[in-house]
């Protein structure tokens, strides 16, 4: 069949476009030979006129049923296009990253994370045969690891692609399966270490490129050993072309390796300051890119993780260190600063701080490094001269060491990763992963894309020759014969590359030269080449540049650089000054002889990547370029000497964006990776294989009676294939499989579809034909019934005259006559018989509808008496429920009254036995102080009598007195000034304590004891103050002794003092009683304390049952469990609700998911009450500090009473201290009970923690004011010591101000007490709050088991005949009920009525709700339910009887619910879904 019948109307071909490579367009007329324009119609529906040749007509698009395929050979037509739109469908759209392209997996970055990867994953693919499951690389690792099993064959898998495309994480992935597959059951985790060496070596070896943010810039090839038993054993790992001028250079937004980034991230912790680093950006070599971050990596975490996987592999700290030390030592390289001096000159500082620290880390002298930085030795054979080099050429120096020590620290790494993978034990056979990298051509190319094509170039030779290999072992497997297959031999641009006297050769003959240069090697390039082979151009424009063309693409290469980087030569003189180190391990670097420690046994080989040739002079140096070419030939003998599996990677585009599709970067990633390749050998032979019975159930329709009686259907194929292909050559038959040549599917497809199209038209002309015979003999009818009426006409007009008119018009007045007569007595007739018929029939129907209105009517009446008693038997239940909660809840709140009257009668009781203690003891006190006052007056008698007769002498011993009360005065101004900086250091302190207040309000636990501590300090202090001002007052009575001394001359006045004394003395012993008195108060205070720890103590464990209690009465599971009885005990023996139950899951579905969110608000609600409960018991201990506060205060106050009553000399004024005591307490206590009365409206925390603050500073403000009340207090007591000599005028007045002081003592005893009380009083408020919070809880427990029960109430509902819904349940409800219905055995499984009274059920709820569009929604949908219930069954006569019978029902149950006729429209309505 020739190619052009194939470009027919319909068929779709694909055309070039700018934009999208490829575009489609649909053939608008068949192609003739000879044609010089297809006329095409795009898809956006514009014609075009696309001229063409004969010998290069566009290429057809694959039928639809080939779109999407998992594997691209199995397209009928291979070629570009074909490919590119079957990976966009399957990537693009169906989201798919793998597909096979023969035995190659395309893999496409997706630029996300897709769950693809794990275990499940991994087990599913573990055993399945490649094909079985959808494309993956978990498919490709197990094919790779069946055939090594099966085989016991190495086997490799190639990874290879641009950078970015996703190449190192597809070796990753290859090697957790092997890892997970194999794993062994030995306890070295030999598979975690395998795993563990990626991180590693993606720390040394890779960093961000503009088109990646993890770029490998190495090959890598590990091999994983494993043992007979298929088990993991170990690893061995090469590497190929390390990008070293990464290290000195970067390009912009790029960055330079990760390990040196992780290293200055990490530079602050201790083990690495003696590395003396900083920031990147300190650093030349890591800030070149400009930026040194890549977002969403932390490089300190990273830093961690590698040296985990460090320790991991048996890499102690020492070796990290080491390590870390050189790259240390490589940073502080870059940073030395070279000086130009003069132009043939330069210079380094030996004081470079660089310098010294890189001299440090690696053991160097100085002075040395410095000199050979900017100076080279040259050896002849006559002398030693010693050259200095200029600025740029000592800057290349510097960075060609930096490049050798990186790289030999970069060998030194992988060598020892190598030794912790080895193994003991035999090596049975190995899988190679390869990770390389794949063919590059960039703006500017130099010796590493060179190198990088060069090995591509190789692994495209070894591929090709593998595919057709592959497709030989096809084509015997099914016995087909063997035709050579032209492929495109890349042999040709090898041997340019590496041949004799090739590209290679030559430079490393220019390197060899001592004034070689790039330009001279270029020249030579040039002569050997240019016009003389194909495969060699020297551009156009440009003498520094040549272009290679390379199997995949044309490549510019530009020559400037070629001979240093292919060279790679540091200095002789700085190579000696490393080898002399004091760092063993960079001394070892550049030994010249270097022992290699293999670290495996005598049965596996290692095959270094590293220098292969040796040569015993100095002067000749292996060069990179042989260097990568002998491990480029040692990895091909290794990919030889193995199974080859292939993975591309493909890089979907530039931007990185998930999923997006950039046409001509995958098409040139697609001719670069040689997948098109392996689709055009593919296309020169048998690309289309289908098997017999595929063939057979595709292709049936093309075959004819007599084929199709045939039994062996390979028989029919082959006749069928044989009538229907004349060309024997295009197609093959094997032992399982047809095998055609390209395009031959794609015709098969044309002719399946000529057929089904000529089938439609029979079909048409048949149906054409039927309608056409209709018009025609309607026509023909109508045609012949108007000849009919015209042909009449025409006879009647010929035989009419006069006469026969006259007498044709008399008899037909004769006949109107008669006529008229006989039909009127007919019509007599007919009216009397009918009306007689509609008499008595009106009269039946009225009878009957008369008889069916009685029935009706008390069919309503027996309703309403049924309903009403129902309505009153649930009201009753109701009420009853009701009271029975109200009589409960009474009951407890008088309970919990008669406890609380128990409670406070108790306490009344205490209080009343400790204030008659109290009032004993002040009887007993005031009966002394009587007492007293008795003896004071009998004594002031005999004083004033003594007074009269020493007046005088009196008088003159008062001047005396005067002058030593000036003294007094001085000394007391000096004892004032002394209080005032007390008071000042107080005030100071004070400030300090409220400052600390302030802070530790949001730490309670801190606050109590600070506070306390605090506290302590304070009492102290003052007890310090009081000790000393007892000093004082001793040191005072002792000069009141000696004065007393003075005036035991004079008899009277000493007889006076001595009294005096006596009196005071007695006084004083009353300050012990007191001291008692403050005992018995603070043990009532600490019995207080005791109590409110107890109430609060009770309270919480009552709280904590009560919500115990709340959590285990609202349980889901229990509510189920009721609705499950309660319908249960409703079902019949024959299990007549076994459909409604399956009907109304969903119902019960969404009256779980009801009551599941009122569980959780009332849980919600619950935890709000006990978070309410908890802030209150922490405001009770706050109130409880603040009460400790005010017990404090109020200890202070009456050490303070008893001190100033034992002096007995400020009794005026300590009557105003005391109201003005008096007065700030009441305050307080007025602030308290208003904060009191606000927290039982009231229960937000913040108010709470407001008001605390407010009363804790008025507290401050009260301790401060009663602080300058006592330094008051002290200065008057000062005051009145030095009056103690005016005392005699004032002996009068004591009897009045004796009587005074026990008043005063009476009242300060009863205040104490008012306080106790006061404080009691507080503490029952706040535990009368508690319990009314605690009231609360209950009764919100009792609302949250009403509302249970009302949940629960939906059961009862249904009893009364009501089904609840909801509206958007509607359409699941009709189609559960009516639409998916299936009547299996009505009779047994079912009441036949059921959905009818099930929807009745429904329209009564609706009806209840008082909705009218919710009942006019569901009447419409079951009204079109059962039309459309009865229009798809209309010949199932079993649904058609079962939905009549269920409509009657459901209209009867609407007529009795209603109590009168249905209305018209829905009696219509039902009429119309009737099949009637």
């Given amino acids: 069949?020739?190619?052009?019948?194939?470009?027919?109307?319909?068929?779709?071909?694909?055309?070039?476009?700018?934009?999208?490579?490829?575009?489609?367009?649909?053939?608008?007329?068949?192609?003739?030979?000879?044609?010089?324009?297809?006329?095409?119609?795009?898809?956006?529906?514009?014609?075009?006129?696309?001229?063409?040749?004969?010998?290069?007509?566009?290429?057809?698009?694959?039928?639809?049923?080939?779109?999407?395929?998992?594997?691209?050979?199995?397209?009928?037509?291979?070629?570009?296009?074909?490919?590119?739109?079957?990976?966009?469908?399957?990537?693009?759209?169906?989201?798919?990253?793998?597909?096979?392209?023969?035995?190659?997996?395309?893999?496409?970055?997706?630029?996300?994370?897709?769950?693809?990867?794990?275990?499940?994953?991994?087990?599913?693919?573990?055993?399945?045969?490649?094909?079985?499951?959808?494309?993956?690389?978990?498919?490709?690792?197990?094919?790779?690891?069946?055939?090594?099993?099966?085989?016991?064959?190495?086997?490799?898998?190639?990874?290879?692609?641009?950078?970015?495309?996703?190449?190192?994480?597809?070796?990753?992935?290859?090697?957790?399966?092997?890892?997970?597959?194999?794993?062994?059951?030995?306890?070295?985790?030999?598979?975690?270490?395998?795993?563990?060496?990626?991180?590693?070596?993606?720390?040394?070896?890779?960093?961000?490129?503009?088109?990646?943010?993890?770029?490998?810039?190495?090959?890598?090839?590990?091999?994983?050993?494993?043992?007979?038993?298929?088990?993991?054993?170990?690893?061995?790992?090469?590497?190929?072309?390390?990008?070293?001028?990464?290290?000195?250079?970067?390009?912009?937004?790029?960055?330079?390796?990760?390990?040196?980034?992780?290293?200055?991230?990490?530079?602050?912790?201790?083990?690495?300051?003696?590395?003396?680093?900083?920031?990147?950006?300190?650093?030349?070599?890591?800030?070149?890119?400009?930026?040194?971050?890549?977002?969403?990596?932390?490089?300190?975490?990273?830093?961690?993780?590698?040296?985990?996987?460090?320790?991991?592999?048996?890499?102690?700290?020492?070796?990290?260190?080491?390590?870390?030390?050189?790259?240390?030592?490589?940073?502080?390289?870059?940073?030395?600063?070279?000086?130009?001096?003069?132009?043939?000159?330069?210079?380094?500082?030996?004081?470079?701080?660089?310098?010294?620290?890189?001299?440090?880390?690696?053991?160097?002298?100085?002075?040395k490094v410095a000199q050979w930085l900017c100076n080279r030795k040259i050896v002849t054979t006559s002398e030693t001269v010693v050259k200095p080099m200029t600025r740029p050429q000592a800057i290349n120096a510097r960075d060609a060491l930096a490049k050798k020590i990186y790289a030999h620290l970069f060998d030194f790494i992988v060598e020892r990763i190598n030794q912790a993978l080895q193994f003991s034990g035999k090596q049975h056979t190995f899988i190679g992963v390869l990770d390389i990298y794949g063919f590059e051509t960039f703006d500017v190319n130099s010796f590493e894309q060179f190198c990088i094509n060069y090995a591509n170039e190789k692994l495209q030779q070894q591929f090709n020759l593998h595919v057709f290999k592959l497709e030989q072992e096809e084509y015997m497997k099914e016995d087909i014969p063997w035709t050579l297959i032209d492929f495109y031999d890349n042999q040709p641009v090898i041997d340019l590359i590496e041949a004799k006297m090739g590209i290679l050769e030559l430079l490393d003959e220019e390197c060899l030269l001592p004034h070689g240069t790039d330009e001279n090697w270029l020249q030579k390039l040039y002569n050997n080449f240019v016009n003389k082979n194909p495969l060699f151009e020297k551009p156009r424009m440009s003498n520094t540049s040549f272009i290679i063309q390379h199997f995949a693409d044309k490549v510019e290469y530009k020559c400037e650089g070629f001979l240093e980087k292919n060279r790679d030569t540091v200095y002789d003189m700085l190579v000696e000054t490393l080898r002399a180190s004091k760092f063993r391990l960079c001394a070892n670097f550049f030994q010249e002889n270097p022992i290699p420690s293999s670290p495996f046994g005598s049965m596996i080989t290692v095959k270094s990547a590293k220098q292969v040739i040796k040569s015993n002079s100095k002067h000749f140096r292996t060069t990179v370029g042989s260097k990568f070419r002998s491990s480029l030939y040692l990895l091909m003998e290794t990919l030889n000497a193995t199974t080859p599996h292939y993975v591309r990677c493909i890089k979907p585009n530039d931007?990185?964006?998930?999923?997006?599709?950039?046409?001509?970067?995958?098409?040139?990633?697609?001719?670069?990776?040689?997948?098109?390749?392996?689709?055009?050998?593919?296309?020169?032979?048998?690309?289309?294989?289908?098997?017999?019975?595929?063939?057979?159930?595709?292709?049936?329709?093309?075959?004819?009676?007599?084929?199709?009686?045939?039994?062996?259907?390979?028989?029919?194929?082959?006749?069928?294939?044989?009538?229907?292909?004349?060309?024997?050559?295009?197609?093959?038959?094997?032992?399982?499989?047809?095998?055609?040549?390209?395009?031959?599917?794609?015709?098969?497809?044309?002719?399946?579809?000529?057929?089904?199209?000529?089938?439609?038209?029979?079909?048409?002309?048949?149906?054409?034909?039927?309608?056409?015979?209709?018009?025609?003999?309607?026509?023909?009818?109508?045609?012949?019934?108007?000849?009919?009426?015209?042909?009449?006409?025409?006879?009647?007009?010929?035989?009419?005259?006069?006469?026969?008119?006259?007498?044709?018009?008399?008899?037909?007045?004769?006949?109107?006559?008669?006529?008229?007569?006989?039909?009127?007595?007919?019509?007599?007739?007919?009216?009397?018989?009918?009306?007689?018929?509609?008499?008595?029939?009106?009269?039946?129907?009225?009878?009957?509808?008369?008889?069916?209105?009685?029935?009706?009517?008390?069919?309503?009446?027996?309703?309403?008496?049924?309903?009403?008693?129902?309505?009153?038997?649930?009201?009753?239940?109701?009420?009853?429920?009701?009271?029975?909660?109200?009589?409960?809840?009474?009951?407890?709140?008088?309970?919990k009254k008669l406890e609380d009257q128990n409670k406070e009668n108790h306490g009344l009781v205490e209080k009343l036995t400790s204030l008659a203690a109290l009032r004993a003891g002040d009887t007993e006190k005031i009966q002394k102080l009587e007492i007293e006052l008795e003896r004071a007056a009998t004594h002031r008698q005999n004083y004033e009598e003594k007074g009269r007769r020493y007046k005088d002498t009196v008088e003159e011993k008062l001047a005396k007195l005067q002058k030593h009360n000036s003294e007094l005065e001085i000394q007391k101004e000096q004892i004032?000034?002394?209080?005032?900086?007390?008071?000042?250091?107080?005030?100071?302190?004070?400030?300090?304590?409220?400052?600390?207040?302030?802070?530790?309000?949001?730490?309670?636990?801190?606050?109590?004891?600070?506070?306390?501590?605090?506290?302590?300090?304070?009492?102290?202090?003052?007890?310090?103050?009081?000790?000393?001002?007892?000093?004082?007052?001793?040191?005072?009575?002792?000069?009141?002794?000696?004065?007393?001394?003075?005036?035991?001359?004079?008899?009277?006045?000493?007889?006076?003092?001595?009294?005096?004394?006596?009196?005071?003395?007695?006084?004083?012993?009353?300050?012990?009683?007191?001291?008692?008195?403050?005992?018995?108060?603070?043990?009532?205070?600490?019995?207080?304390?005791?109590?409110?720890?107890?109430?609060?103590?009770?309270?919480?464990?009552?709280?904590?049952?009560?919500?115990?209690?709340?959590?285990?009465s609202y349980d889901i599971e229990d509510v189920r469990s009721r609705l499950s009885v309660e319908d249960l005990e409703h079902l019949n023996e024959d299990g007549e609700l076994w459909f409604a139950y399956e009907g109304l899951k969903k119902a019960t579905r969404v009256l779980e998911s009801h009551f599941q969110s009122q569980k959780d608000c009332y849980e919600k609600e619950i935890e709000a009450l006990n978070f309410k409960v908890v802030h209150l018991s922490q405001e009770i201990n706050h109130l409880q500090k603040l009460f400790r506060e005010e017990n404090d205060i109020n200890e202070s106050i009456r050490h303070e009473v008893a001190r100033l009553t034992s002096e007995n000399m400020m009794i005026p004024d300590f009557k105003q201290q005391i109201s003005e005591l008096e007065k700030q307490k009441q305050d307080l206590e007025i602030r308290l009970n208003e904060q009191t009365e606000k927290m039982k409206g009231k229960l937000e925390v913040s108010n709470q923690l407001n008001r605390h603050l407010e009363e804790e500073g008025t507290q401050r403000k009260v301790a401060e004011a009663q602080n300058e009340i006592h330094s008051k207090v002290k200065e008057k007591m000062m005051d009145k010591i030095q009056e103690l000599q005016e005392a005699s005028e004032h002996l009068k007045k004591q009897c009045e101000t004796e009587s005074e002081v026990g008043n005063d003592f009476r009242q300060e005893a009863s205040r104490l007490t008012l306080e106790n009380r006061d404080l009691e009083e507080e503490l029952d408020m706040k535990d009368r709050v508690i319990k009314k919070l605690q009231d609360q809880v209950k009764t919100l427990t009792k609302t949250i088991e009403k509302a249970n029960d009302v949940h629960l109430s939906s059961g009862p509902k249904e009893y009364l005949g009501m089904l609840e819904y909801k509206q958007e349940d509607e359409a699941k409800l009709i189609q559960n009920l009516i639409l998916d219905l299936k009547p299996r055995g009505v009779v047994v499984n079912m009441i036949p009525g059921l959905p009818a009274h099930i929807l009745f059920m429904c329209v009564r709820y609706a009806d209840s709700l008082n909705d009218a569009n919710m009942l006019k929604s569901l009447m419409n949908s079951t009204i079109n339910g059962i039309k459309q219930v009865v229009k798809d069954h209309i010949e199932d006569f079993e649904m058609l009887s079962f939905w009549l019978s269920n409509t009657c029902h459901f209209l009867n149950c609407l007529k009795q619910y209603s109590g009168e006729e249905c209305p018209a429209c829905w009696s219509m309505r039902v009429c119309r879904a009737s099949p009637a």
């Fill in 1 to 367: 069949m020739a190619v052009a019948e194939l470009y027919t109307q319909y068929n779709r071909v694909w055309i070039p476009d700018p934009e999208e490579v490829w575009k489609s367009a649909e053939i608008a007329k068949d192609y003739r030979v000879g044609d010089k324009v297809l006329q095409l119609l795009l898809e956006d529906g514009t014609e075009l006129d696309y001229p063409i040749d004969p010998g290069s007509l566009p290429p057809l698009r694959n039928p639809d049923i080939l779109v999407g395929e998992n594997d691209l050979t199995a397209l009928s037509y291979l070629h570009e296009p074909a490919v590119l739109h079957n990976l966009r469908i399957r990537f693009a759209e169906s989201k798919l990253i793998y597909t096979y392209s023969g035995i190659i997996l395309v893999a496409m970055n997706p630029y996300k994370q897709l769950p693809i990867y794990g275990d499940a994953i991994i087990h599913a693919y573990s055993g399945q045969n490649m094909g079985d499951m959808d494309p993956h690389i978990f498919a490709v690792a197990e094919e790779a690891y069946k055939q090594m099993a099966r085989n016991n064959r190495n086997q490799s898998i190639i990874v290879s692609g641009e950078s970015g495309a996703g190449k190192t994480v597809s070796a990753r992935y290859a090697m957790r399966y092997f890892a997970t597959v194999s794993k062994s059951n030995s306890k070295a985790h030999v598979e975690d270490k395998v795993l563990a060496s990626n991180p590693i070596t993606e720390a040394v070896g890779n960093a961000k490129t503009t088109r990646n943010d993890n770029s490998s810039r190495f090959g890598k090839y590990t091999e994983i050993s494993f043992d007979e038993k298929n088990q993991i054993i170990g690893a061995n790992m090469r590497t190929y072309l390390l990008e070293k001028s990464r290290v000195v250079f970067q390009s912009e937004n790029e960055r330079n390796y990760h390990i040196f980034y992780q290293l200055c991230a990490s530079a602050q912790q201790s083990e690495f300051k003696h590395l003396k680093l900083g920031s990147a950006e300190e650093f030349n070599y890591t800030r070149m890119g400009g930026n040194t971050v890549i977002e969403g990596v932390n490089d300190q975490a990273d830093m961690v993780e590698t040296r985990k996987t460090f320790t991991l592999l048996g890499l102690k700290e020492d070796f990290q260190m080491d390590v870390f030390k050189i790259l240390a030592a490589i940073l502080h390289l870059g940073n030395v600063q070279i000086t130009a001096v003069g132009n043939e000159r330069s210079l380094v500082s030996a004081d470079d701080s660089h310098l010294k620290v890189f001299c440090e880390l690696l053991g160097l002298e100085r002075s």
């Fill in 655 to 895: 931007e990185k964006l998930p999923f997006e599709f950039d046409s001509k970067r995958i098409v040139q990633q697609l001719r670069a990776c040689g997948v098109l390749e392996t689709i055009r050998i593919s296309a020169q032979s048998y690309p289309s294989r289908w098997t017999y019975i595929e063939f057979y159930s595709r292709y049936g329709i093309l075959m004819t009676q007599q084929e199709l009686a045939f039994s062996d259907k390979k028989q029919v194929c082959k006749v069928v294939l044989h009538r229907l292909i004349q060309d024997s050559n295009q197609y093959q038959f094997g032992k399982t499989k047809i095998f055609f040549r390209a395009g031959q599917v794609a015709y098969l497809e044309k002719l399946r579809l000529d057929k089904l199209r000529q089938g439609c038209v029979v079909i048409q002309k048949h149906v054409r034909g039927w309608l056409q015979r209709r018009k025609f003999l309607r026509e023909r009818q109508a045609a012949l019934t108007i000849q009919q009426y015209f042909r009449g006409q025409q006879t009647v007009r010929k035989a009419i005259t006069a006469s026969a008119l006259k007498e044709a018009w008399a008899a037909i007045i004769i006949q109107k006559h008669c006529r008229g007569y006989l039909v009127r007595n007919l019509y007599q007739l007919i009216r009397v018989a009918t009306i007689t018929i509609q008499a008595y029939t009106r009269g039946f129907l009225a009878r009957r509808r008369y008889r069916k209105m009685l029935e009706e009517h008390k069919a309503v009446i027996l309703q309403k008496y049924a309903r009403a008693w129902l309505a009153r038997r649930r009201f009753q239940n109701i009420r009853r429920f009701v009271l029975n909660i109200q009589l409960t809840y009474r009951v407890q709140r008088l309970q």
């Fill in 976 to 1112: 004032q000034l002394k209080l005032q900086e007390k008071t000042e250091e107080l005030k100071e302190k004070m400030d300090n304590l409220t400052k600390q207040l302030f802070d530790d309000v949001q730490k309670e636990e801190r606050q109590r004891i600070l506070l306390e501590k605090s506290f302590e300090l304070k009492t102290q202090d003052y007890e310090k103050q009081i000790q000393s001002l007892k000093e004082d007052i001793k040191a005072l009575k002792d000069e009141k002794s000696q004065l007393h001394h003075r005036l035991e001359e004079e008899r009277v006045t000493s007889d006076g003092l001595k009294g005096e004394v006596a009196r005071l003395s007695k006084q004083a012993k009353t300050i012990s009683e007191f001291e008692k008195e403050i005992e018995l108060l603070q043990t009532q205070k600490i019995d207080v304390e005791k109590h409110v720890q107890s109430q609060k103590r009770e309270m919480r464990e009552k709280m904590s049952e009560i919500t115990k209690q709340l959590l285990e």
